[in-house]
């Protein structure tokens, strides 16, 4: 076993037994068990830690470094379900490649990526157990800015980021992350903590605390708990909105609406005057594209929010493609990027209609 890896393990081990001090004189019962999470393109070896009664409960994803599901991961997992967390811990990397060069780790990156939002994904689905809305996640060293990245899709509500030994924050800290996010960072004198505190935390956009740091972590996650702006809010298009999802998709997405008109108008680009259909298919693409700022602006009935607010993005993504064909008068990408709309709604009408 390396030097490194043995003192991840001795860190880890330290931060639950800083947690079970923490902890009541008897904890609640838990259960515990080795699950497989299967998704679309991704297979993926688990264990799910949960209070044994209960529905509803926050959750939290384990992402650690070494992704073998044994020793302190598991012990950590248990230990969040003693404090009303549903626990999911992850073997995201079986083929161990986050060790491997930085060349291998790039090839492979999409792959550990695919993997951690599928885990996170089967968690939020784990309805009545999961509030699908409350999800979070922790990661090691290697796997921290997958946890940062997790937050940018939308998946997660808060996240921590744990540096076991290297006093440093992580690299390439985005300004504005897009979840409140807690660096717990090893190795480091109390003078050096305050000062990454006072060099990190300046934004408000994160904190910092140092590890061994269990207990500010649960303070961190329970904040999370109750916290409704934890999912990262999306302001309105105005205080006095008042049209509804159900609005948008009669008015814009149906084949009435203005999606379909876009169709006619690319039908008869070819005709005498394109001009004219070039000029009203950009307008109703652009139209398209705006919709979505609507959509991010409601909240489903059905399903989680970060996970609307997902759906909406990519469907975001495929109008700004259309757009841009239309503009660039591109008629068979144009009507290839309008075939694929649909295939956004499908997914999204599964999880939200």
Same mark, same amino acid.
């Given at each position: 076993?390396?030097? %490194?890896?043995?003192?991840?393990? *001795? ?17 609640? +019962?838990?259960?515990?068990? &080795? ?49 009303? &967390? ?81 006093? =440093? ?5 985005? =300004? +504005?992350?897009? +979840?409140?996010?807690?660096? /717990? *960072? ?15 935390? /300046?934004?408000? +956009?994160? %904190? ?39 609005? *948008?998709?009669?008015? *814009? ?13 690319? =039908? ?56 841009? /064909? ?28």
């Amino acid at each position: 076993m390396s030097l %490194r890896l043995r003192r991840r393990q *001795i860190l880890l081990s330290l931060l639950i037994c800083a947690a079970g001090s923490a902890s009541a004189q008897k904890p609640p +019962a838990v259960s515990a068990s &080795f699950v497989k999470v299967q998704a679309t393109g991704a297979a993926v070896s688990g264990y799910l830690a949960k209070p044994a009664a209960g529905s509803g409960l926050p959750a939290v994803l384990l992402a650690p470094a070494s992704s073998d599901l044994k020793g302190a991961v598991l012990e950590a997992a248990r230990d969040l379900a003693s404090h009303g &967390f549903v626990a999911l811990a992850v073997d995201y990397d079986p083929e161990h490649v986050s060790q491997e060069s930085d060349l291998v780790q790039s090839v492979a990156a999409e792959q550990l990526s695919l993997r951690l939002t599928a885990a996170a994904d089967w968690l939020a689905r784990q309805r009545p157990l999961v509030d699908p809305q409350r999800i979070n996640a922790i990661g090691w060293d290697e796997a921290s800015p997958r946890i940062l990245k997790l937050a940018q899709q939308g998946q997660i509500h808060v996240g921590v980021m744990i540096e076991s030994e290297r006093c =440093a924050a992580p690299e390439n800290l985005p =300004a +504005a992350p897009a +979840a409140p996010m807690l660096l /717990a *960072i090893g190795g480091c004198t109390p003078e050096q903590v305050q000062e990454l505190k006072a060099s990190v935390e /300046a934004g408000g +956009a994160y %904190r910092v605390a140092s590890a061994p740091a269990w207990s500010e972590i649960y303070k961190f996650l329970n904040e999370a708990v109750v916290r409704d702006t934890a999912v990262p809010a999306m302001p309105p298009a105005s205080s006095t909105l008042v049209v509804t999802i159900r609005d *948008i998709m009669r008015v *814009i997405n149906s084949d009435d609406g203005v999606r379909g008109k876009l169709a006619r108008l690319l =039908a008869g680009s070819a005709s005498a005057g394109a001009e004219v259909q070039w000029d009203q298919a950009r307008s109703h693409a652009a139209v398209l594209v705006e919709s979505c700022d609507w959509l991010l602006a409601l909240r489903p009935a059905k399903g989680s929010l970060a996970g609307w607010r997902r759906h909406v993005t990519e469907y975001r993504t495929a109008t700004q493609t259309l757009l841009k /064909a239309v503009e660039r008068r591109d008629l068979p990408d144009a009507e290839q990027a309008l075939g694929r709309l649909p295939q956004s709604c499908g997914s999204c009408h599964a999880d939200h209609r």
